[in-house]
Structures are given as C-alpha cells and as structure tokens.
C-alpha cells in the first residue's frame, strides 16, 4: 500500500485521492468555507469528505456507482452521459460556486485518453450550465491527444486556467488536473 493510501485509511478517508484536492485547493484556493460544491465523479466519496473539511455549505456529489451515505451530502447515482442528468441537478440546485470533477473510465487500454477527454469535456458541459460566474472548474484528465485543443477552447471563459499534477498522483500515472478560475460567462 502506497503512502498516501495507508494515510488516507489512517485518518477515515475513504481514498487516497482526497490528498489531490487537499492539495490543489490549498495551492489554489477553489474551494472556500460556505461555497455550494458540485463533485461530478464523487465515488467513494473522498473529494465529498474534503468538500466538509473546506466547510462548503451545500454538496452535491454525481457518480454512477452509489457511495456510502455521508451526513450534510445530497448524491445522485446517475451516469452523466445521460442528458437527464441536467434535470436531476437542477431539481436540487440551479448553480454552483465550485464544480469538480475526478471521474474516469475504468482503465482497459489506449481507448482511455479518449474516453477522459470526452468524459472531462461532458463535466465542463454540466459547468458551463450550472457554474456561477466567477466560479471555479477543476477537472480530471488523462494527458494525451485533444487535452492541449480542450485547454485553449476553455480558456476564454476563466481568468485562470492551468494544467497541473498533485503530488499525491502516482508519478507513472497519466492523469493531470485542469484548474480553473473566475468563470466569465454570464446566465
């Protein structure tokens, strides 16, 4: 077990994953005390625990698979390919201060680049609808073919926006995280 699992199990995280969030929103100051979260890809629920940690007001987190319940978190089990999706998250909240995204495809191949890219560009769709103006993005990617295109598309509608890898990410994994800042499009 990798160091950042055995510390995550230690401390009741339910994954090792929570020590990227922790890390990227220390760094970059996405998640404040009282902000509305949407965490899209929320299985186990580790980015949720950070989301109370961070002291966000309202959670809601999207997975297809179920998470355990978490006391102070709303949750959808729901795929969100599925165009239904708009209309669940909006029959609970109609924007967000902050939406984040870990979701991946199961790991099979070469075909996953592919598939994160389409998965993180399905994620940015769901922000484009739901985000605040001035809010914040962070989404998962798999590095490969389309992440530099997808990154210039975006780049109009934040102030900020940069790829990064946290520390906590295994150093021969291909996953990086989009970070951005101050959504510029008006509702």
């Known amino acids: 077990m990798d160091p950042f699992s055995k510390k995550a199990r230690a401390e009741g995280y339910r994954a090792r994953s929570i020590y990227k969030l922790k890390y990227l929103n220390k760094k970059y100051k996405l998640i404040k005390q ?13 980015w ?4 109370k940690d961070f002291r966000a007001e309202f959670i809601l ?8 319940n978490m006391p102070g978190v709303r949750f959808i089990q729901a795929d969100i390919e599925n165009d239904k999706i708009f209309e669940k998250i909006k029959a609970i909240k109609n924007s967000f201060d902050v939406i984040i995204s870990d979701v991946a495809p199961k790991t099979t191949g070469n075909l ?5 890219l389409d998965l993180t560009k399905r994620a940015y769709e769901i922000a484009k609808v739901f985000l605040k103006p ?8 798999f590095q490969g073919g389309g992440v530099e295109d997808f990154v210039r598309e975006i780049k109009n509608d934040f102030e ?13 994994s291909y996953e990086i995280y989009i970070v ?5 499009i008006e509702k």
């Not at 987190?61 to 355990?68: E, F, R, S, V």
């Open 112 to 116: 996953d680049k592919e598939k994160s």
């Open 180 to 184: 951005t800042k101050g959504f510029k």
């Open 134 to 141: 001035d809010g914040n993005f962070l989404a998962k990617i």
């Open 48 to 51: 949720l625990q950070a989301c």
């Open 61 to 68: 987190g999207i997975d297809i698979k179920p998470i355990k």
């Open 34 to 46: 009282h902000d509305s979260v949407l965490d899209i890809g929320s299985f186990p629920g580790s």
């Open 160 to 172: 900020f926006v940069k790829l990064t890898k946290p520390l906590a990410s295994k150093k021969r």
